[in-house]
């Protein structure tokens, strides 16, 4: 017995084992967590797409106190404002009943003083690669939008998809972070509905999708594969017991 336990091959099977268990468990652990967190980030979503809008009054104290944002990302709001039409972009690659075309986010000053960004969905693409697809004109003195409250920063959302008119492909946003010509706040809205109808969205963005994802499968297929790894060296461990006998 002794010979089969502290043989080199039985020293090495046993320690690649403990490996394979504790990477086995790590990978189990973080895939679980990831499903906790997206459970609950489902949770918080479907209790906030519930809850009445958010009043004008009510989102300017939000806006005075980012720390308590987060917790209402997706809570319609209602806020007076205007757009500033000469700021806006195009995103590539959003696509509606198969359809390809673009979003649209438009810069946006509330009459509180605070300047986002609004995306105003989705719009169809011109008929050919050089003609730019046509969103509806946000010259307009002053409107009252409905829109959902985002959180997650913008410019990591939208990356790389910026359409190239104008500034040659480059990002108009980033040249604002650059320059600080604008200054915007660290959140932006989903455009539901506006006062001017020409403005309400054909196609707003839609709501995420609220399912837990592949996590948990997961979790229990490291966790499988831990328990394999470990059923299989103690198959092989009764093999060497028996050839030393």
């Given amino acids: 017995m002794k010979r089969a336990l502290l043989s080199p091959v039985a020293i ?10 504790i990477g ?6 973080w895939q679980y967590n990831r499903g906790v967190i997206r459970h609950d980030a489902n949770a918080q979503v479907k209790s906030n797409i519930a809850l009445a809008p958010i009043s004008e009054t009510e989102f300017n104290e939000l806006t005075k106190k ?13 806020v007076t404002g205007s757009f500033i039409p000469e700021h806006e972009l195009l995103l590539r690659n959003r696509y509606e009943n198969g359809k390809y075309g673009f979003g649209v986010i438009t810069l946006f000053t509330a009459v509180g003083g605070e300047t986002f960004w609004v995306d105003r969905g989705w719009i169809q693409a011109g008929k050919d690669a050089k003609t730019p697809p046509k969103s509806e004109a946000t010259g307009i003195t ?3 939008i409905t829109a959902r409250l985002r959180t997650n920063d ?9 359409f190239a008119i104008p500034n040659n492909g480059k ?3 980033q040249n604002w972070d650059k320059s600080q010509f604008v200054n915007t706040s660290n959140f932006s809205l989903d455009l539901l509905k506006a006062s001017d109808q020409r403005l309400t969205p054909k196609f707003p963005n839609p709501l ?3 399912t837990d994802g592949p996590h948990f499968a997961y979790t229990f297929q490291w966790f499988l594969f831990a328990a394999l790894a470990l059923f299989g060296r103690v198959l092989i461990f009764r093999e060497e ?5």
């Fill in 154 to 162: 913008l410019n990591n959302r939208i990356q790389g998809s910026f």
């Fill in 12 to 21: 090495g099977l046993t320690l690649l084992t403990l490996l394979t268990v």
């Fill in 66 to 78: 980012p720390s308590t944002l987060p917790t209402n990302q997706w809570r319609s709001v209602t």
């Fill in 208 to 210: 995420p999708e609220l």
């Fill in 171 to 173: 990002s108009e946003l």
């Fill in 241 to 245: 017991l028996r050839a030393d006998k």
């Fill in 24 to 29: 086995c468990a790590k990978a189990g652990i």
């Fill in 142 to 144: 002053q409107v009252t």
